[in-house]
């Protein structure tokens, strides 16, 4: 059973793997969901549905995963630790996997302070590092906290996030080291503009011999405008948009900028391409899910291999 995850089979075979966000809908209209997976298909290997990004309700990443599953789809569970103790962790660890899920994103989730319900109340029972060794100690050990064995345990491929960008630098190498340590094994970093400090990144990663231990996708994000680059480097914590790109956005009239944004993409696809270390991407088309489809074209990454 745990060969049933179609992004574990991609980058066990060596093939550059691609995945893409998808945002659940603010309502309970499954069609929302089931139109984005079908914009994705065929184009990524796997889907990430994320979990109440940004603190705003929106329809559960569980059930959307299960919705994608329905038509034909890899997704990729997103779990934060915000808004769940480790009871309620565990649990729905299994009825993920009890669903066909076989993907899980581990985070702590973005504070609820900046979404819709400032006033709810943040759980933090665990961190994500421990959510990552929870959910290997379940899938391999067969058991939950406290040791106690589960009459089947859960089928599910194990990822976490890291940001190269944010401060102190020095620290990032160390964080990501921990998060394999726990037992993570895929990891999808932050969306990546400044392409020569990843570079430098990915060469501490190197020198320690991580990229051997675990699969990194470098994440990408296309803009739509300068002003979001602007908003993004000014306004995003352990954002890195260097000057020059927003300089490049400004320097295009604002109705061709959605498509210097596309450009910019790209080309930071295919230096991901080339660089050592990196096994895939994964696109962060915010409310822009149609255009994965033209950036995965353009980079060079179709077809998708069968596995």
Not at 104 to 131: E, W
Request: a neutral charge.
């Amino acid at each position: 059973m745990r060969g049933e995850s179609r992004l574990e089979k991609v980058l066990q075979e060596g093939r550059f793997a691609v995945t893409a966000e998808c945002g659940p809908p603010k309502g309970a209209d499954p069609e929302a969901i089931r139109k984005k997976g079908k914009m994705l298909k065929g184009f990524v290997d796997s889907v990430n549905v994320t979990d109440n990004q940004t603190g705003v309700v929106r329809l559960s990443s569980l059930a959307a995963c299960t919705l994608l599953i329905q038509e034909g789809l890899d997704p990729v569970l997103q779990m934060v630790t915000r808004d769940r103790n480790r009871i309620a962790l565990q649990s729905d660890i299994l009825g993920a996997s009890a669903l066909g899920i076989r993907n899980i994103l581990c985070l702590s989730g973005d504070h609820q302070s900046f979404g819709n319900q400032p006033q709810a109340k943040g759980v933090f029972d665990i961190d994500s590092i421990q959510l990552v060794h929870l959910v290997r100690q379940m899938r391999d050990a067969g058991v939950i906290l406290g040791g106690e064995r589960l009459t089947e345990p859960p089928h599910l491929f194990v990822g976490a996030v890291e940001n190269p960008f944010a401060d102190p630098f020095s620290y990032r190498v160390l964080r990501l080291e921990k998060k394999v340590a726990a037992g993570a094994e895929f990891i999808q970093t932050q969306c990546i503009y400044n392409i020569v400090r990843f570079k430098e990144w990915m060469g501490q990663v190197g020198d320690r011999g991580i990229h051997e231990k675990v699969y990194i996708l470098g994440g990408v994000t296309p803009l739509k405008s300068a002003r979001m680059a602007e908003y993004m480097s000014k306004q995003v914590a352990g954002m890195d948009v260097p000057d020059e790109i927003i300089k490049r956005m400004k320097s295009v009239l604002a109705d061709k900028q959605r498509e210097e944004g596309i450009r910019i993409a790209v080309e930071a696809i295919e230096a991901l391409k080339e660089m050592k270390g990196v096994r895939g991407v994964h696109i962060m088309a915010i409310d822009w899910e149609d255009v994965v489809s033209q950036l995965v074209e353009e980079a060079g990454l179709i077809p998708r291999p069968n596995v």
